[in-house]
């Protein structure tokens, strides 16, 4: 079973995927695809690792997740596999595929990068269809603020709506965190 949590910053998406992670089994596999790159990112690294029970397995990365997925599969170890978040996946994805010219990339260039990181989100999500076990993706829902007023802000904003609208297709569970509480969309 695929499951997608999705909602703002600070609505409760982590605390929830970790809970029904729990209600699985005992053993999770946890996929954390942040990258901490600064001193607020590794203090939120560790307050993330410390809220996890210190048996559960942990993947830090964000490429080739379909092997990853393929490799738990071929196990059989998990009752649950659990990646948060799917909106750092992206972010890495496209900073990766853009490298120096991320400030500078032109729409051509988004369109390259958006083929890339959907291509391995398909791939990540084939390898997750034929698991055995429940699967937690995490996300945020990027596309109910402002405008962004730079255009690497709004063509990121357009591709992490559109990862999210191909994983939401595929999960046989969706739901939306607001204030805490959650909302069943599917």
Request: hydrophobic residues 45%.
């Amino acid at each position: 079973m695929l499951v997608l949590l999705t909602g703002g910053v600070r609505s409760g998406k982590s605390s929830l995927a970790e809970e029904m992670a729990k209600e699985a089994g005992k053993r999770v596999l946890y996929i954390a695809t942040s990258i901490p790159f600064d001193d607020e990112m590794k203090a939120r690294v560790a307050r993330h690792r410390q809220q996890r029970p210190e048996d559960w397995d942990t993947h830090e990365g964000y490429t080739d997740l379909d092997q990853v997925f393929a490799a738990a599969e071929r196990s059989g170890r998990y009752d649950a596999i659990l990646l948060d978040c799917m909106t750092l996946l992206a972010t890495n994805l496209l900073f990766s595929f853009l490298g120096d010219k991320a400030d500078d990339a032109d729409v051509k260039d988004f369109a390259r990068a958006e083929t890339y990181i959907l291509e391995q989100v398909d791939r990540m999500l084939e390898a997750i269809a034929r698991l055995n076990c429940r699967v937690i993706l995490v996300t945020n829902e990027v596309g109910s603020g402002i405008v962004p007023e730079n255009r690497l802000a709004r063509h990121f904003r357009d591709i992490a709506g559109r990862v999210n609208a191909r994983v939401a297709a595929r999960a046989d569970q969706v739901f939306m965190t607001v204030c805490g509480l959650k909302l069943k969309l599917k």
